[in-house]
């Protein structure tokens, strides 16, 4: 039976009666955003309500991972395991007909409803194996993202992966393909302290799933054999980053990442995750070493009977932006060797901004001339515009290659050399506000008379600036406005984004490349409060998935920074002792006393103006035993501490930074023995005191709630009620 929701078909002949699988009340959630916003609005629900299962099916981003392929507008699509329609939408938008399978009937409707105005829309529901059987159409493209690694849930046999393929295939047109995105098992991520994505647990996926079944991802080379017993299927491999469920690059075998353009971290919105290593230089070394495909985070595969071969090998978003900003970026090629590089909108209300390129390139041409300066070709298409596609290495790279070396002085030579070219091309005129300028970078005050041109690229970043032998061009003048802009702000970018995108730049820091361009301090705050209201001005009323991150996802724990306290602290295990003479505790008031890795005995002789002390044993978490905190004039120390008290003198301290505080101490000496407890041993006993504590707390509130509802049941209470109402 079918029925219609706006005008998708939704079509229940194979479903079994009631949904097998659910998430519970977030599908609720999900079912009334769908029925009641439009897709204009989607991202303001999700800045509002700040939930990782609403970003997750409901950000645009979703769509990315498919929306980059080149549709003609002829394609029939099969959509199995389409969900609450993630990426359904990006189908609907470019192919003839979508057919969509799903088993739940809950996530169907919540798919219906978002694309309600899709006529092209059809959803099956029921279990993919039932539907299959009677499926009669042939399809040019079969899309499988996130679902293959559930085969096992989808088939069942003993080779549940390679028969998935199988049983997919034959729905294939001659000439079809399969889009398959599915996580690396081998992800850089996970190494670096992610939590495999669909249990949760650490490292699961890397030892190869030893407590866990149903799910399963793959490496490259488990893929490649899954392909060959899948009737030796062919595939066109492409790398999705930060990884395929928010995908803001699409990366291929024949357009790889250049080193210095892998550094965003933020991919955890559902758990907490270690941060065991800086992953930027760990990818750059493996794109020394040729190893970055086996370690992407996802895989995007075109799977064919012959190798799939598409014209775009590369494709950049740009649309975490206001919509009228939004565009893409993708590097295609023209037969076997020649390339170039097309800018397409990715909403309709950003084709002025896209073919505005066009004439920014012939006016800025002329300007950058006089510095040896090119800017790549660019001609208007009937998609949005078409440039040259340059060869080289971007001066970023050239920077970061001598900072690697430890040619720091060199690196610095060679910014500065761009530096005064981009100095003498915004210079010649004298800078005054215009309101399109206030519009753009807000109404901040200036210092001092500043220089400017007419027209300004403020993007003539290091990443910017292409160097090929004797040829110099800016690749990218996005963000180009005609009218007056300070050129040392311009100067400041240059430097900003170059320090500031990468930690491996982090030892040109102490350079002061600020002050040797002559900016000063004011100018600095002045040009930072520019940079933020011109990204507000990107953004608009948008609201980017990376400033959702502290909202949304429980955050990252530095491994590196804990691990580093407790190196030291074990290296250097000292007790520091504070006095507070009236006037609290201070640095300069205080005295070390070298501690042994197991502890200490030790008489401190007090001074009589002395009104408190405390005692800093080490910087360590764990924990500590007091076999003896007293004065030895017999009087008792009254003491407290910062540690869980397990009784019996033992304190466990799982922040570090130990503290005891001894009042009452004037003109007495103190005797201290403190022993250092193994860390495992202090820390499991921890756990079991404060579960027990825990317990205890739990076991008194439940009897003061059934007093209170004894209390609640008596006459007199009852009569109070009765008393106070009235």
């Known amino acids: 039976m079918s029925e219609k929701i706006g005008q998708v078909v939704l079509d229940d002949t194979y479903y079994p009666g009631k949904d097998l699988y659910t998430d519970g009340a977030i599908e609720d959630e999900m079912l009334e955003i769908a029925r009641t916003y439009p897709e204009e609005k989607w991202n303001q629900v999700i800045a509002e309500r700040k939930s990782w299962p609403i970003l997750y099916h409901f950000s645009h981003i979703r769509e990315n991972i498919l929306s980059w392929l080149p549709f003609t507008g002829e394609e029939n699509v099969l959509e199995i395991g389409s969900g609450c329609g993630a990426v359904t939408g990006a189908l609907c938008k470019k192919a003839k007909s979508v057919t969509c399978i799903e088993l739940s009937r809950k996530r169907s409707l919540i798919n219906a409803n978002r694309h309600k105005d899709f006529d092209n829309l059809k959803i099956l529901m029921g279990n993919f194996q039932d539907i299959e059987k009677n499926l009669t159409e042939k399809y040019d493209y079969i899309t499988l993202i996130g679902v293959f690694e559930y085969g096992e849930a989808y088939i069942q046999s003993s080779t549940p992966y390679v028969d998935f393929l199988k049983i997919i295939s034959r729905h294939l047109k001659p000439d079809g393909k399969i889009v398959l995105a599915i996580e690396n098992r081998f992800g850089l991520k996970y190494w670096a302290g992610c939590t495999e994505d669909h249990f949760g647990t650490l490292f699961e996926g890397l030892e190869g799933y030893p407590t866990t079944k149903g799910v399963k991802t793959f490496t490259k080379k488990e893929f490649n054999a899954i392909l060959r017993e899948a009737g030796n299927l062919k595939a066109s491999w492409y790398y999705p980053f930060p990884d395929y469920k928010l995908p803001m690059t699409i990366y291929s075998d024949e357009r790889l990442p250049f080193k210095g353009e892998l550094n965003r971290l933020e991919t955890n919105y559902d758990r907490l995750r270690l941060q065991l290593f800086q992953e930027s230089p760990v990818y750059d070394s493996l794109l020394d070493n040729d190893l970055f495909p086996e370690f992407s985070n996802s895989f995007l595969l075109l799977i064919g009977r012959e190798k799939p071969e598409i014209a775009t090998v590369y494709s950049k978003f740009s649309n975490e932006r206001s919509s009228e900003f939004a565009l893409r970026t993708d590097i295609c090629k023209e037969g076997k060797k020649d390339r170039f590089v097309r800018k397409v909108p990715t909403e309709t209300t950003a084709e002025k901004h896209v073919r505005n390129l066009e004439s920014l390139s012939r006016e800025m041409a002329r300007i950058y001339a006089k510095e040896g300066l090119e800017l790549n070709q660019c001609i208007l298409e009937k998609q949005g515009v078409r440039l040259e596609f340059l060869k080289g290495k971007t001066l970023e790279e050239h920077l970061d290659a001598l900072v690697e070396q430890g040619r720091n002085e060199e690196a610095e030579k060679l910014l500065f050399r761009y530096v005064e070219k981009v100095r003498r091309i915004h210079s010649g005129e004298a800078f005054y506000k215009t309101p399109e300028f206030v519009k753009v970078f807000g109404n901040v005050s200036q210092e001092g008379t500043l220089s400017c041109s007419g027209i300004s690229n403020i993007d003539l970043v290091p990443a910017n600036i292409l160097i090929d032998n004797d040829r110099i061009s800016v690749i990218d003048y996005e963000w180009t406005f005609r009218f007056p802009i300070p050129g040392n702000f311009i100067i400041y970018r240059m430097i900003h984004y170059y320090l500031e995108s990468d930690g491996k730049r982090r030892a040109l820091k102490d350079m002061d490349f600020y002050t040797k361009a002559g900016l000063t301090e004011k100018e600095l705050e002045i040009y930072a409060a520019m940079e933020r209201n011109f990204q507000n001005y990107i953004k608009g009323s948008h609201v980017p998935l990376l400033d959702m991150y502290e909202d949304v996802s429980p955050g990252k724990v530095d491994v590196l920074s804990y691990y580093e306290q ?161």
């Open 566 to 726: 407790l190196r030291i602290a074990g290296a250097e295990r000292k007790l520091q002792v504070f006095y507070d003479r009236g006037n609290d505790f201070n640095e300069s008031d205080s005295a070390v006393y070298p501690m042994a890795k197991t502890g200490l005995s030790l008489k401190i002789p007090i001074s009589k103006d002395a009104k408190r002390l405390r005692l800093d044993p080490g910087e360590a978490a764990g924990g500590l035993l007091l076999h003896r905190l007293a004065f030895d004039d017999g009087s008792k120390a009254v003491f407290y501490s910062n540690g869980f008290d397990m009784g019996d003198g033992r304190y466990y301290f799982g922040a570090g930074d130990p503290q005891f505080i001894i009042e009452h101490v004037q003109g007495k000496t103190l005797d201290i023995e403190i022993e250092v407890l193994k860390e495992q041993e202090a820390r499991e006993e921890f756990w079991q005191k404060f579960s027990q504590v825990s317990s205890q707390k739990e076991q008194e509130i439940q009897r003061l709630n059934q007093k209170i509802q004894q209390m609640e049941n008596t006459k007199v209470w009852k009569l109070y009620r009765s008393i106070k109402k009235n």
